[in-house]
C-alpha cells in the first residue's frame, strides 16, 4: 500500500511511503524506478512525509505515533550511491533516522 510520495529536489529520485506489510519508505530511481534502497524503522503504516526546506531531509510520520527523519536526498547520501558500482548501492550510510514519540 503506497501512502505518500515525495519527490528529490536535487535528484532525480523518488521516495514513496508505504503500509501494510512492510511500513517503509522505498527510494526510487527516476525514470527507471529501480529501487535504489528500502528504509525501515517505523512499527505501523506510514501515513505522511514533508521535506525539510534545504531539501535533503525527509520526514515520515507514522501511525505508531512517532515521527522519523531521514537523511535521505543529503549530498553524502547521493554520492555513496553513486560511487557504488553500477550506480546505486544497497547500504545508504546517511539514509538513517532518528525517532521522535
Not at 3 to 8: E, I, N, T, V
Request: net charge positive; proline share 3%; glycine share 8%.
Amino acid at each position: 500500500q503506497v501512502c505518500a510520495l515525495q519527490w528529490s529536489r536535487t535528484e532525480k529520485e523518488l521516495l514513496s511511503s508505504h503500509g501494510y506489510i512492510d511500513n517503509s519508505l522505498c527510494l526510487w530511481k527516476y525514470p527507471s524506478m529501480v529501487k535504489v534502497k528500502e528504509l525501515k524503522g517505523h512499527t505501523k503504516r506510514v501515513l505522511h512525509m514533508a521535506q525539510s526546506p534545504d531539501g535533503q531531509t525527509v520526514v515520515s510520520g507514522a501511525a505508531d505515533e512517532t515521527l522519523r527523519f531521514w537523511n535521505v536526498f543529503a549530498p553524502a547520501a547521493s554520492k555513496a550511491r553513486k560511487s557504488a558500482s553500477g550506480g546505486s548501492s544497497s547500504s545508504l550510510g546517511s539514509g538513517r533516522a532518528i525517532g521522535i514519540r
